[in-house]
Structure formats: structure tokens, C-alpha cells
């Protein structure tokens, strides 16, 4: 028996632009409930607007957080536990590309925060929630800029040469290591951990990034997916059955693929999850 589509509850971060609103209207035309994670209240509110005006049927429920604070996501888990006993999908979809180099409250990197730390504190504060559905998954947005990262563990969060490109990609790497080693940690319960690159979206990433980025995102959007179609594999993650008992992979149109070699070292992925529970407080 599996739970019906209408009773399903799913949280999406970064949901206000880009794939995330694409990843909500996709799943709220599935007629499953949608928990819009956004950061901007006015952007969160329009994106629902949005996507009422399509389907007005469509179950939204906006809930504010910057997730570079580790503070807000600790508040954002204990008001949708509150909630939501029971948690069907988790979507870690916010991230960013920074500009110039930029430190959040509580001292980290903001890729580094925003990217890596908000998903690794929010998934781990929600375990209980997707342990509680018939079949909890967890879904990672990561992206192939993951082979150009590294994780440096003297000064990870902290870098002493900073670059907008290594920030991002080393985020993006360690999505993938914490998918990983979240997979193994949770190989016999309900629940699968899968991450996904999206492909190059045309979207307002980079936005708020530096020149050159922000620029090139520009000019290379007639090249790039839209929206929709970056959404896929994220939504086919999150309702296909043919997903349903595969964990710990790397996913790209739709499909298993494999991600960089240094992605695949256990032990590099298990001390990065001590640093991170370390950092988050968690």
C-alpha cells in the first residue's frame, strides 16, 4: 500500500525561483502537499501566485528561512515538525554561486553554509519526519561542477584563498559525499538519499554573483534548459517507483550516472560528516 499522491507531503528549499518553482509545480500538479522553503517572503508569495494562477488547486505552504543561518534552519525544522509529523520527500534544492567573498553569522564561507551545512543540519533534523513515511526519500540538487571541487579539511568553511568557482564546486562536492555517506548511514531504514545534477539551467542563478558569473549566465542562457526541464530528474526522483529502493546514487537525465572519483572516497566522506556535524552543532 503505497500513500495516496494527495496525502504526500513534500518540502522543497529555494523554491521561489528557477528549478525549485519548477520542482513545485511539477509535484503539486501530482496533487501532493508543497512546502516552499524561500527566503524572501514577497518572491516566496508571487512564486505561489504563480503557480495557483495555473493550477488553483495546487497545495502550497510557504515557509521563510535563510538558510546560511544555521539558527533559521534549526527554527525552520522545529516549526515544520510541528506540523508535519510525517515528512514523504525532502527536496535540498537552495544554493547558490557567490561573488565576492562573503561570511555568514556564524562564521562560515555563504556557498559553504548555504550549499552544504543548511542541507546536511535540515535533512538531519528531519530524520524522524521521513522515518515516519511508508517511504521517505531525500533528494540532493548537485551539479557536475563537483569534479572541479575539493574538500580541504584545514580550512573547510573557511577558505584562505578564496575563489566564487571553488567555493561553489566544493560545496557541490560535498552534497554528493553527504548523500553518500547518508545513504550507508540509513541503508536499513524506509528512507533513500539520492543527488542529482539538473543540467544548466536558464534561471536567475548567478544572479547575485560577481561580474564575470553573472554575465556569463547571461549570455549563455539561450544555450541553457529551462526551468521545467531542469526540474525533471528532481521530480522523477521524487514520485518515480522505479526509485523507490535505490539509494546513495548520483543522477543525471534521469539516469544513474557516476560522479568524480574523489566523490567516491568513504573516508574522506565520513570525516567531512564529523566536520559538519561539528560546524552545525548538530
Excluded at 520542482?23 to 501530482?30: H, P
Excluded at 541503508?187 to 538519499?193: A, H, K, L, R
Excluded at 539509494?247 to 572519483?261: C, E, I, L, T
Amino acid at each position: 500500500m503505497t500513500t495516496p499522491t494527495d496525502q504526500r507531503i513534500i518540502v522543497i528549499t529555494g523554491a521561489s525561483s528557477g528549478i525549485g518553482k519548477a520542482t513545485a509545480e511539477a509535484l503539486a500538479n501530482e496533487k501532493a502537499q508543497i512546502i516552499m522553503v524561500c527566503r524572501n517572503e514577497q518572491k516566496g508569495q508571487q512564486a505561489i501566485a504563480d503557480i495557483q494562477q495555473k493550477n488553483p488547486e495546487a497545495k502550497l505552504h510557504l515557509y521563510l528561512a535563510d538558510l546560511s543561518s544555521m539558527q533559521q534552519v534549526r527554527q525552520l525544522a522545529d516549526k515544520l515538525k510541528r506540523n508535519f509529523p510525517v515528512i514523504d520527500v525532502l527536496i535540498n534544492n537552495a544554493g547558490l554561486i557567490p561573488g565576492i567573498q562573503q561570511t555568514t553569522v556564524d562564521g562560515w564561507e555563504l556557498a559553504w553554509a548555504t550549499n552544504h551545512l543548511a542541507p546536511f543540519l535540515l535533512t538531519n533534523l528531519l530524520m524522524d519526519q521521513l522515518i515516519a513515511s511508508e517511504q521517505g526519500r531525500i533528494i540532493n540538487v548537485t551539479s557536475e561542477a563537483h569534479r572541479l571541487g575539493q574538500i580541504d579539511f584545514d580550512h573547510a568553511g573557511r577558505p584562505q584563498k578564496y575563489s566564487a568557482i571553488t567555493a561553489y564546486a566544493d560545496s557541490k562536492l560535498a552534497n554528493i559525499h553527504f548523500t553518500y555517506e547518508l545513504a550507508r548511514r540509513t541503508e536499513f531504514t524506509n528512507v533513500t538519499v539520492n543527488c542529482l545534477h539538473p543540467g544548466v539551467v536558464a534561471s536567475s542563478f548567478g544572479e547575485n554573483s560577481n561580474f564575470f558569473i553573472r554575465n556569463f549566465f547571461r549570455f549563455s542562457r539561450f544555450f541553457m534548459k529551462t526551468p521545467a526541464k531542469g526540474a525533471q530528474t528532481t521530480v522523477y526522483l521524487a514520485t518515480s517507483p522505479y526509485v523507490k529502493m535505490i539509494s546513495g546514487k548520483y543522477f543525471k537525465d534521469q539516469k544513474p550516472a557516476r560522479s568524480s572519483a574523489d566523490s567516491n572516497n568513504s573516508h574522506i566522506a565520513r570525516r567531512l560528516w564529523d566536520i559538519s556535524a561539528e560546524q552545525t552543532g548538530f
